[in-house]
């Protein structure tokens, strides 16, 4: 077995191997690039050396200058992860000519796989069922449309050389043949330099099912069950699990031993994945291999007992399979969410930023984590977005769906919009808790996935508990500030609402971020219960104790407990529905990043405009919006401060505006201020 060995890549995979390979007592070299000096794989390695900056082009795509540590560090091998140079053969290729181990497949069977249509032609010629459709080497786009016409609408168009969803198109029908493929063929160039174009039929409703191969030099291959990976956003996985739901003892095996000729056909070695296309009737149909070790490995690796990065390691370094295909046994049922700092009501865009609060459950038997980031660590433009990977394990489906669901509302992320609650209403749905499961689910079922944000701002519920929440806040510092202050008895800092000539009363202002609803005042009287909240249309008593993050609530009588980020007026609320945030307009604070003062319309940061709300000569409502910016990818909303009019918009629609810039000029109506005092 290996001494020392080098990772090269990034984030949680690195973390995950280096795991393994310090079980085996292996010592691992981390590289990195100047952007994740202080990443949690950096910290996890025996040794580190930086390969430069943050692009990926510029470090972790650098084979000669990763080689060039790996001898430096004398360490033998290199494992690739997933990504990055994990399905590069020259990078194999260079590996070789350096003595150094490749903890993958060899150079020979990359290629082979390396595009998809050489791909399909290798596996006719084992005679493993394909997709029907055209991969041959003849390009003219009259032959392409020739046999889309030929074999029936709709079809899909895909890059021989793509990956990552990109470079392919549906094409329904026959007039939408030529501009789907000049643009698919656009975005094959950009991403991977060859416009090369295949043309399947598109199943309308299948499943994507994959097999887990591995492969030894002595020639034993195995296959270690399926995944099923249909629920998708952007052909992208997002949701995986194993075994795949509805799946039989006898289409397992005829699936499995397909994907073990696959491999044999190419004389793989080491991890791969032969993904297919499961249609209604029990069909399958090879898509593509993947020659290395995929994403959603977690889930194989729950209900098989199995370490398949040891596996890795072991076949790497010459040994036979641990076990062969008799030995090997299912057990129980895994799902895996993936966890990706995006923003799924603007089309899954990623996002990026800073990880404020992050706070996830307790790993068990039951729960593992897959992570390679901490609290205060930032996702940057650099690197892909995921933040983790969140896998459940139980002795049934059921069970294990009652698990993630329960674990996404433990996973908590403020700083940045991340996928969590929209997992957990996918993980919840009827839909999908009866496995009624095809590519186009989240199309399908996009009403109950994607409820309105506006639907937030009247959840007086919760609105009331952010309400508590900043109360409580406001009772602590002012009690911290009296403990620090030379008279703690002086009347200001008394937060029970006291004001000269004034009722026992505070207000409190909170908005919902990108919601074009105005902004809600809660009026809070305490009494001797708590608080007496005044919301739109009904009165609530809520008293609660806030220690650090956990927010004890009583509700008109009912006890909860909820989960509460704040970062500079960010409140995030973590409920058993799911996370809520809000906007509270601190006292004092308002101009900081929320809201201008009267008069000075301007831009809480750089940015992009990306829509005008009210044109000049508009007559506007007390926070009705006027101008839509975004910045860090998150919307903000700037907004009338009272009635009045706009007289001017300084920009217009995709302007790029500095921070403190003017957007819009305001004229108050005259008996504005005295309304706005009452
Ligand atoms: P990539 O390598 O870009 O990820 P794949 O070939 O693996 O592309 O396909 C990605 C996803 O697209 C699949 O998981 C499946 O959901 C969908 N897909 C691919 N081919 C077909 C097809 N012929 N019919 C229907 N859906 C398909």
């Given at each position: 077995?290996?001494?020392k060995?080098?990772?090269?890549n990034?984030?949680?995979?690195?973390c995950?191997?280096?795991?393994?390979?310090?079980?085996?007592?292996?010592?691992?070299?981390?590289?990195?690039?100047?952007?994740?000096?202080?990443?949690?794989?950096?910290?996890?390695?025996?040794?580190?050396?930086?390969?430069?900056?943050?692009?990926?082009?510029?470090?972790?795509?650098?084979?000669?200058?990763?080689?060039?540590?790996a001898?430096?560090?004398?360490?033998?091998?290199?494992?690739?992860g997933?990504?990055?140079?994990?399905?590069?053969?020259?990078?194999?290729?260079?590996?070789?000519?350096?003595?150094?181990?490749?903890?993958?497949?060899?150079?020979?069977?990359?290629?082979a796989?390396?595009?998809?249509?050489?791909?399909k032609?290798?596996?006719?010629?084992?005679?493993v069922?394909?997709?029907?459709?055209?991969h041959?080497?003849?390009?003219?786009?009259?032959?392409?449309?020739?046999?889309?016409d030929?074999?029936?609408?709709?079809?899909?168009?895909?890059?021989?050389?793509?990956?990552?969803?990109?470079?392919?198109?549906?094409?329904?029908?026959?007039?939408?043949?030529?501009?789907?493929l000049?643009?698919?063929?656009?975005?094959?160039?950009?991403?991977?330099?060859d416009?090369?174009?295949?043309?399947?039929?598109?199943?309308?409703?299948p499943?994507?099912v994959?097999?887990?191969?591995?492969?030894d030099?002595?020639?034993?291959?195995v296959?270690?069950?399926?995944?099923?990976?249909s629920?998708?956003?952007?052909?992208?996985?997002?949701?995986?699990?194993?075994?795949?739901?509805?799946?039989?003892?006898?289409?397992?095996?005829?699936m499995?031993?397909?994907a073990?000729?696959?491999?044999?056909?190419?004389?793989?070695?080491?991890?791969?994945?032969?993904?297919?296309?499961?249609?209604?009737?029990?069909?399958?149909?090879?898509?593509?291999?993947?020659?290395?070790?995929?994403?959603?490995?977690?889930?194989?690796?729950?209900?098989?007992?199995?370490?398949?990065?040891?596996?890795?390691?072991?076949?790497a370094?010459?040994?036979?399979?641990?076990?062969l295909?008799?030995?090997?046994?299912?057990?129980?049922?895994?799902?895996?969410?993936?966890?990706?700092?995006?923003?799924?009501d603007?089309?899954?865009?990623?996002?990026?930023?800073?990880?404020?609060?992050l706070?996830?459950?307790?790993?068990?038997?039951?729960?593992?984590?897959?992570?390679?980031?901490?609290?205060?660590?930032?996702?940057?433009?650099?690197?892909?977005?995921?933040?983790a990977?969140l896998?459940?394990?139980?002795?049934?489906?059921?069970?294990?769906?009652?698990?993630?669901?329960?674990?996404?509302?433990?996973?908590?992320?403020?700083?940045?919009?991340?996928?969590?609650g929209?997992?957990?209403?996918?993980?919840?749905?009827?839909?999908?808790?009866?496995?009624?499961l095809?590519?186009?689910?989240?199309?399908?079922h996009?009403?109950?996935?994607?409820?309105?944000?506006?639907l937030?701002?009247?959840?007086?519920?919760?609105v009331?508990?952010?309400?508590?929440?900043?109360?409580?806040?406001q009772?602590?510092?002012?009690?911290?500030a009296?403990?620090?202050?030379?008279?703690?008895?002086?009347?200001?800092?008394?937060?029970?609402g006291?004001?000269?000539n004034?009722s026992?009363?505070?207000?409190?202002?909170?908005?919902?971020?990108?919601?074009?609803?105005p902004?809600?005042?809660?009026?809070?009287?305490?009494?001797?219960?708590?608080?007496?909240?005044?919301?739109?249309?009904?009165?609530?008593?809520?008293?609660?104790?806030?220690?650090?993050?956990?927010?004890?609530?009583k509700?008109?009588?009912?006890?909860?407990?909820?989960?509460?980020?704040e970062?500079e007026?960010?409140?995030?609320?973590?409920?058993e529905?799911?996370?809520r945030?809000?906007?509270?307009?601190?006292?004092?604070?308002e101009?900081?990043?929320?809201?201008q003062d009267e008069g000075?319309?301007?831009?809480?940061?750089?940015?992009?405009?990306?829509?005008?709300?009210?044109?000049?000569?508009?007559?506007v409502?007390?926070?009705?919006?006027l101008?839509?910016?975004e910045?860090?990818?998150?919307?903000?909303?700037?907004?009338?401060?009272t009635?009045?009019?706009v007289?001017?918009?300084?920009?217009?629609?995709?302007?790029?505006?500095?921070?403190?810039?003017?957007?819009?000029?305001?004229?108050?109506?005259?008996?504005?201020?005295?309304?706005?005092?009452?």
């Amino acid at each position: 077995m290996f001494k020392k060995i080098l990772i090269a890549n990034r984030g949680e995979i690195a973390c995950r191997v280096m795991q393994t390979a310090h079980k085996l007592g292996i010592r691992c070299v981390a590289v990195y690039s100047e952007a994740d000096a202080n990443a949690l794989h950096v910290s996890m390695a025996d040794e580190a050396y930086c390969i430069g900056p943050a692009p990926s082009a510029e470090s972790y795509l650098c084979g000669d200058k990763i080689l060039e540590v790996a001898k430096q560090s004398g360490a033998t091998a290199v494992h690739p992860g997933y990504g990055f140079l994990s399905e590069n053969a020259g990078f194999v290729k260079a590996c070789e000519d350096e003595g150094i181990c490749f903890i993958g497949p060899p150079a020979s069977a990359i290629e082979a796989m390396g595009s998809k249509s050489a791909a399909k032609t290798i596996m006719e010629k084992a005679g493993v069922p394909l997709v029907p459709g055209y991969h041959g080497d003849d390009q003219s786009p009259d032959l392409l449309k020739q046999s889309a016409d030929q074999m029936g609408y709709p079809v899909l168009l895909k890059a021989t050389a793509g990956g990552g969803g990109k470079g392919m198109r549906v094409v329904w029908a026959e007039k939408e043949f030529d501009e789907a493929l000049s643009s698919a063929k656009r975005e094959a160039v950009k991403g991977f330099g060859d416009e090369r174009m295949l043309v399947e039929k598109y199943l309308t409703q299948p499943r994507h099912v994959e097999i887990q191969v591995f492969a030894d030099h002595q020639g034993n291959a195995v296959y270690l069950f399926e995944r099923d990976c249909s629920v998708q956003r952007r052909h992208q996985k997002v949701l995986e699990e194993a075994p795949a739901p509805g799946m039989t003892e006898q289409l397992r095996q005829q699936m499995g031993e397909a994907a073990v000729k696959a491999a044999q056909a190419i004389n793989y070695v080491g991890a791969g994945t032969v993904e297919f296309l499961l249609d209604k009737g029990g069909s399958f149909y090879f898509m593509e291999m993947n020659t290395r070790l995929q994403v959603e490995h977690p889930v194989t690796e729950l209900i098989s007992g199995q370490d398949l990065v040891e596996w890795q390691l072991q076949v790497a370094a010459g040994n036979r399979l641990p076990l062969l295909q008799q030995d090997l046994r299912l057990k129980g049922h895994a799902l895996e969410a993936r966890i990706y700092a995006e923003d799924p009501d603007n089309d899954f865009l990623p996002v990026t930023g800073n990880l404020t609060y992050l706070r996830t459950p307790l790993e068990s038997q039951h729960v593992r984590i897959d992570s390679g980031v901490r609290e205060g660590d930032e996702v940057s433009v650099y690197y892909d977005p995921m933040i983790a990977k969140l896998i459940v394990w139980d002795q049934s489906r059921e069970r294990a769906l009652s698990r993630m669901s329960q674990a996404l509302l433990e996973f908590r992320v403020a700083g940045m919009k991340t996928n969590t609650g929209f997992l957990k209403r996918l993980v919840d749905h009827p839909a999908f808790q009866r496995a009624d499961l095809d590519t186009s689910f989240i199309d399908k079922h996009e009403a109950e996935l994607f409820p309105s944000v506006d639907l937030q701002a009247q959840d007086n519920r919760n609105v009331a508990i952010a309400a508590l929440f900043v109360l409580l806040k406001q009772r602590q510092s002012s009690a911290m500030a009296a403990q620090t202050s030379s008279d703690p008895y002086s009347p200001w800092f008394n937060l029970s609402g006291w004001r000269v000539n004034e009722s026992n009363q505070q207000r409190v202002k909170l908005s919902v971020p990108n919601s074009e609803q105005p902004s809600i005042e809660v009026l809070a009287e305490q009494t001797s219960e708590g608080y007496l909240l005044r919301l739109v249309g009904e009165k609530m008593i809520v008293s609660g104790q806030l220690d650090q993050d956990r927010l004890i609530v009583k509700l008109n009588g009912h006890q909860t407990t909820v989960f509460v980020a704040e970062s500079e007026g960010h409140i995030t609320l973590f409920t058993e529905q799911g996370t809520r945030e809000y906007i509270w307009y601190k006292p004092g604070l308002e101009e900081h990043a929320f809201e201008q003062d009267e008069g000075s319309l301007t831009a809480p940061m750089n940015g992009t405009i990306v829509a005008v709300l009210a044109d000049p000569g508009t007559a506007v409502d007390t926070d009705q919006g006027l101008i839509v910016m975004e910045a860090m990818k998150m919307e903000y909303t700037i907004r009338a401060p009272t009635k009045g009019l706009v007289t001017e918009v300084f920009f217009k629609e995709g302007d790029l505006v500095d921070e403190g810039v003017q957007l819009v000029a305001f004229e108050a109506d005259a008996d504005a201020d005295a309304k706005d005092g009452e």
